[in-house]
């Protein structure tokens, strides 16, 4: 069932030692590129169907080919702020594999004509930082990197610094340049991102670390595993109530029910499902009935109702109250909204605040039309998904766990 591609090289000692890395095939993708075309490249990407693995599931290669086509001085920004509840797996490429972050990097700054990455580190995430800069250091030791590299690029990490929000593309990009991390509007037609006015892409960590194998093996090898329309694999993360919380790496497609009981252990202490949040906090929750036929792929999860996401399954068993977990999330969306616009900033605010009547048993049927109504209200009204995403996960818990709302009821 677990498919290693992105985390081959895991369970090796040491691989992200540059001497460790380089005997297990790191770098070795750089030397198809003397013969490749930086459009070559970016066709194979197309062609292997590679979707962004930060959340969106936007096809990599379009986006590629936006910024490529774009006439002035490139940049490739990758997105490591991995602040989604329920996700952790882009840390363990930067802890276990940096290089393979690296030659992805190097391998897609030639392809979309940059010279200069930077990858943004989610603030809290110190070690994993340490641990890439060591790398990104080998990296330039043995000319990989800068002036002395065929193919001559700089890396810079910069640090977040908690927020949430700046994992969204457009506010990461308004971090970076050292304003306040604000999403900006968004465009009207397909154009790629902005870093200072310079055409930039940004992906997800994963999403870079899955280019070295497509250039290595090929499109065709990629498409090999997982659907038609989620083509490879993607590190799946689990947390919650099951026996062995982590990261596996499996192709899309994967029974859901199976990839629990298999990967994930099963239930702690012989409980049963309750309900599962396929993909990270933001997006709605399954009751058990339904992850027993959900597949992990984009498409299956979206005719359930919900979305893939990130991929970081939290698993609830049947002691757990939807009230006390809805009320979790809608503190944290309440603490990180950034406050720009009005639906979102009051919005989440007044969610929260209702919730509390909730716990305290102390609700009308008037509180449930409120979190009811968060759909229209905070729904399509606001300059990013945040806000959109949070009616979504409400709407998604009153659906599926209503009796224990009316439960609270005076
Ligand atoms: C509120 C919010 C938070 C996000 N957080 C992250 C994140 O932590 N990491 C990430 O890669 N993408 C995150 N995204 C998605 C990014 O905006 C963007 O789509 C992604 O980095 C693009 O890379 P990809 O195409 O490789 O997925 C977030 C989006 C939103 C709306
Ligand atoms: S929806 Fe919320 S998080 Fe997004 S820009 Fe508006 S206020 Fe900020």
């Known amino acids: 069932m677990e498919t290693k591609i992105v985390s081959k090289n895991f369970d090796i000692p040491n691989a992200h030692t540059i001497e460790v890395a380089l005997k297990n095939t790191r770098y070795e993708s750089i030397h198809n590129l003397i013969f490749l075309k930086p459009q070559t490249v970016i066709d194979m990407i197309k062609a292997s169907g590679l979707r962004g693995k930060g959340g969106g599931g936007a096809p990599s290669g379009a986006k590629w080919q936006l910024a490529s086509d774009y006439i002035g001085e490139k940049y490739l920004v990758v997105n490591g702020d991995e602040s989604e509840p329920g996700t952790f797996k882009d840390r363990q490429i930067i802890a276990k594999d940096p290089h393979l972050l690296i030659e992805g990097i190097i391998v897609t700054c030639f392809a979309i004509g940059a010279k200069n990455a930077y990858v943004y ?19 330039y030791a043995k000319n990989f990197l ?45 154009e790629p991102e902005f ?45 919650g109530h099951v026996n062995s919380a982590g990261v596996y790496e499996v192709p899309f497609g994967t029974s859901m029910i199976e990839y629990i009981e298999k990967l994930g252990g099963g239930i702690k202490n012989g409980k049963k499902l309750k309900a599962v ?58 603490h990180e909204s950034c406050g720009q616009c009005t639906p979102c900033r009051e919005g989440t605010s007044w969610v929260d605040k209702t919730m509390d009547k909730f716990i305290n048993k102390s609700a009308t049927h008037e509180d449930l039309q409120i979190l009811k109504g968060s759909s229209k209200s905070m729904n399509g009204q606001t300059i990013c998904v945040f806000a959109p995403a949070v009616s979504g996960v409400i709407d998604g818990f009153l659906k599926h766990f209503e009796d224990e709302f009316l439960e609270c009821i005076v």
């Not at 280019?211 to 694999?233: M, N």
């Open 195 to 239: 870093y200072f006015g310079n055409p930039t892409l940004v992906n997800n960590v994963e999403t870079i670390a899955s280019v070295p194998f497509i250039v290595l093996h090929g499109a065709e090898a990629y498409r090999a595993y997982g659907t038609k329309d989620s083509a490879g694999t993607l590190l799946f993360a689990i947390s």
């Open 146 to 190: 800068g002036n002395g590299a065929i193919i001559p690029i700089d890396i810079t990490i910069h640090r977040g610094a908690g927020a949430y929000i700046c994992g969204e593309k457009s506010a990461l990009l308004e971090s970076l340049e050292g304003n306040r991390g604000h999403p900006r509007l968004k465009p009207k037609k397909p």
């Open 277 to 334: 949040i396929p993909g990270g906090a933001s997006t709605p929750i399954l009751p058990a009935h339904l992850v027993k036929e959900a597949k992990l792929d984009y498409e299956s999860l979206k005719a359930l109702g919900s979305s893939l996401g990130t991929g970081g399954m939290i698993v609830m068993d049947e002691d757990t109250s939807m009230v006390k977990a809805l009320k979790n999330l809608l503190r944290f969306y309440h």
């Open 121 to 139: 580190v989610r603030g809290e995430y110190e070690e994993f930082s340490n641990i890439l800069q060591l790398a990104i250091d080998e990296a």
